[in-house]
C-alpha cells in the first residue's frame, strides 16, 4: 500500500469490517469465508435420467457445484467488486464522499449496493431488458437505477449504426434522470456531443465511463478491469483447489464449468489452473445464439469484450436454455439455489458426460434463483416452447395468426418486412407492425396495451414474435406469457434470417419515430 496516498481510512475501516471480512480471502495463505462446495452428482444422475432420459448411472461420475450463491449480495459478482473498491479505497482513488457508478446487467450493481451499507451512493446503468426480480433487489440495496432502452451490450452488427435521432432522444431521457438524481445538468450538456457520439454507438459501457469523468466519480470499469480476473486467479482458484484436497481430491483432475458474464471467473480460474497445472480445463457456457439469459453472454455479445479471451478455455459451449429450463426447475425444486446460468453449465456436464469426454467437474453456482422467480414460475413441460427456431417456425408457420414485429426503438424498412415473410414462407400481409412506444409501454408497465391487445386476438391463438436479435420478442413473450397469452420468440430475430447475417442492419431496419 502506498502510505502516500490520500486513504479516506474511515472508509477502510467501515468496508473491511462490514464487507471485505464477509466474503472470501486470503489470511495467511489460506481462504477463509469459503463457499460451499457440494456434491451434485446423485442429483445430476437423476436429472439426466428422468428429464432428459439419458441414463448415467454407469459412469464414472464427480460433479460439484461451487455454491456463491450463497455470498453476501447473493451472486459471484462481489468477489470481483469488493476487490475492484477495496483497491480503490487503498489507492486513494475512492473516497466516502464520492458516487461509484456502473454499466451493469445485474449482479455486478447488486454487488456494489453493499457500499449503501456503508454510506457509499451507487448509480447503476442498467437495460430495461433486466427481469423485473433482478430490478427488485437493485433497488432493495439502495442503488440509483439510471433506466435505459439500450442493451449493455448490443446486438452485433449494431455498434456505429444507431439512429442520431434515437440516440438524441435517449441522450434526454438519460439527461432528466440524471437531475432526478441531483446531478447538475448543465455539465451533461456541455458534453453532449460526445455523450450522443457514445449513444449513437450504443456504448452503454463507455458512457459510465464519461460520466464518472465529467462527474468526479468513481467507475469499476468491470468490463476490462483485470482485478475482475484477478480475484479469482488469487482466491476463488485457491479456495476450490483447497476444498477438493480436504475431500482427497485435486482441481488438477477436474473440468471448472462456468457462464460468461464479464469474462472475469472464467480469465482468472484459467490462468490459476495454467499457472498451477499447466493445463486448459475450463469449458465457458454460452445461450444459444439470439437467447437471453440473465447476467450473462451470448457468444457472439462475448466476443470484443477485452476479458473474453478464448484461447485460454479448453472449449466453449452454446446451449439451448429451453432445453436447460427443465433441469433449472428440478435443482431447485430438489431445493438447491443455482439460477439460470447455472442451469445452462449443469447441462453441459449432462452433454460432456454423456459423451465419455470427462468425467469428474466443478460446476460454478453464479447466483442463486430468488431475482428470476417469475421466470422461473412459468417453467412447464406442458407449455410450448417460448423461443423457436427460424426451422421450426416455418414449418409450423400456417399455425400463426399474425408474425408481430417487437421493439422499442427499431422498426423493419419495407426490405426488413418482406426479408421477414420469404425466410417464414407467409405473405408479408401477415406480419403486423406495432409502434415502437406501444411495445416500450408493454415492458414498461408489464400491461398489454390496446393497439397490441387487437393484434394479439385471432382464431388460432398463437402469434410469432420477431425482433432484431430476439431479446426484445423474448421480453415480449415473457410478459405475454404471464397474461396467459400464448406467442413464441423467433430465435435470433431478424438479424439471424440467412438473408441478414453479415449485412448492415440499416438494409433492413430502421429508428421508429413512433
Given at each position: 500500500m502506498d502510505t502516500n496516498q490520500d486513504i479516506d481510512n474511515n472508509l477502510l475501516q467501515k468496508f473491511e469490517e462490514q464487507i471485505w471480512n464477509k466474503i472470501p480471502h486470503l489470511e495467511d495463505n489460506k481462504v477463509v469465508n469459503p463457499t460451499p462446495l457440494i456434491d451434485l452428482t446423485a442429483d445430476l444422475k437423476e436429472c439426466a435420467k428422468s428429464v432428459y432420459k439419458l441414463d448415467l448411472d454407469e459412469k464414472d461420475l464427480k460433479v460439484y457445484g461451487k455454491f456463491d450463491s450463497t455470498l453476501l449480495s447473493?451472486?459471484?459478482?462481489?468477489?470481483?467488486?469488493?476487490?475492484?473498491?477495496h483497491n480503490a479505497i487503498v489507492s486513494g482513488k475512492l473516497k466516502g464522499n464520492q458516487t461509484v457508478i456502473e454499466a451493469t446487467s445485474g449482479n455486478f450493481g447488486i454487488a456494489l449496493g453493499q457500499l449503501s451499507k456503508i454510506g457509499v451512493n451507487v448509480v447503476a446503468l442498467v437495460s430495461r431488458k433486466l427481469q423485473e426480480g433482478v430490478f427488485k433487489e437493485l433497488r432493495d440495496g439502495n442503488i440509483r437505477i439510471m433506466d435505459l432502452d439500450m442493451d449493455i451490450c448490443p446486438a452485433p452488427g449494431m455498434e456505429n449504426k444507431a439512429d442520431e435521432l434515437a440516440a438524441k432522444a435517449t441522450a434526454g431521457n438519460i439527461r432528466s434522470q440524471l437531475s432526478e438524481l441531483g446531478f447538475n445538468p448543465e455539465i451533461f450538456d456541455i458534453n453532449i456531443q460526445e455523450i450522443e457520439k457514445l449513444l449513437s454507438k450504443q456504448d452503454i459501457i463507455n458512457l459510465a465511463r464519461l460520466l464518472a469523468k465529467i462527474y468526479g466519480l468513481f467507475c469499476p470499469k468491470q468490463y476490462d478491469n483485470e482485478l475482475n480476473t484477478e480475484i479469482h486467479r488469487i482466491v476463488t482458484g485457491i479456495e476450490i483447489d483447497q476444498q477438493?484436497?480436504?475431500n482427497g481430491d485435486s482441481l488438477e483432475d477436474y473440468q471448472i464449468v462456468c457462464s460468461f458474464?464479464?469474462?472475469?471467473?472464467?480469465?482468472?480460474?484459467?490462468?490459476?489452473?495454467?499457472?498451477?497445472?499447466?493445463?486448459k480445463s475450463i469449458h465457458v457456457v454460452f445461450p444459444s445464439p439470439g437467447q437471453d439469459v440473465a447476467g450473462i453472454r451470448t457468444k457472439a455479445k462475448a466476443s470484443g469484450l477485452t476479458l473474453y479471451k478464448p484461447e485460454t478455455f479448453a472449449a466453449e459451449h452454446e446451449i439451448d436454455y429451453e432445453k436447460a429450463k427443465y433441469l433449472l426447475k428440478f435443482f431447485v425444486d430438489k431445493g438447491h439455489n443455482i439460477g439460470e446460468s447455472t442451469a445452462l453449465a449443469l447441462f453441459s456436464v449432462i452433454e460432456?458426460?454423456?459423451?465419455?469426454?470427462?468425467?469428474?467437474?466443478?460446476?460454478?453456482?453464479a447466483d442463486g434463483i430468488e431475482k428470476y422467480k417469475k421466470n422461473f414460475e412459468q417453467i412447464s413441460k406442458n407449455q410450448i416452447p417460448i423461443t423457436i427456431s427460424l426451422q421450426d417456425a416455418a414449418s409450423i408457420a400456417d399455425d400463426y395468426d399474425r408474425i408481430i414485429w417487437v421493439h422499442t426503438q427499431y422498426t423493419p424498412k419495407e426490405e426488413g418486412i418482406e426479408m421477414i415473410a420469404r425466410s417464414l414462407g407467409v405473405d408479408k400481409t401477415k406480419i403486423s407492425i406495432p409502434k415502437a412506444r406501444t411495445?416500450?409501454?408493454l415492458l414498461s408497465t408489464q400491461q398489454i396495451?390496446?393497439?397490441?391487445n387487437n393484434e394479439l386476438n385471432g382464431t388460432k391463438g398463437k402469434s410469432l414474435l420477431v425482433c432484431m436479435a430476439g431479446n426484445t420478442s423474448l421480453m415480449t413473450a415473457q410478459v405475454l406469457a404471464s397474461k396467459g397469452i400464448i406467442t413464441q420468440s423467433l430465435t435470433g430475430g431478424i438479424t439471424n434470417l440467412p438473408e441478414g447475417r453479415g449485412k448492415n442492419p440499416g438494409q433492413f431496419i430502421k429508428a421508429a419515430t413512433e
Open positions: 447473493g451472486s459471484i459478482k462481489v468477489r470481483a467488486a469488493a476487490h475492484i473498491i477438493l484436497q480436504e458474464g464479464t469474462g472475469g471467473t472464467s480469465g482468472g480460474l484459467s490462468q490459476y489452473i495454467a499457472e498451477k497445472y499447466d493445463k460432456m458426460a454423456g459423451s465419455g469426454n470427462h468425467s469428474k467437474f466443478v460446476v460454478i453456482v411495445i416500450n409501454d396495451p390496446e393497439e397490441l
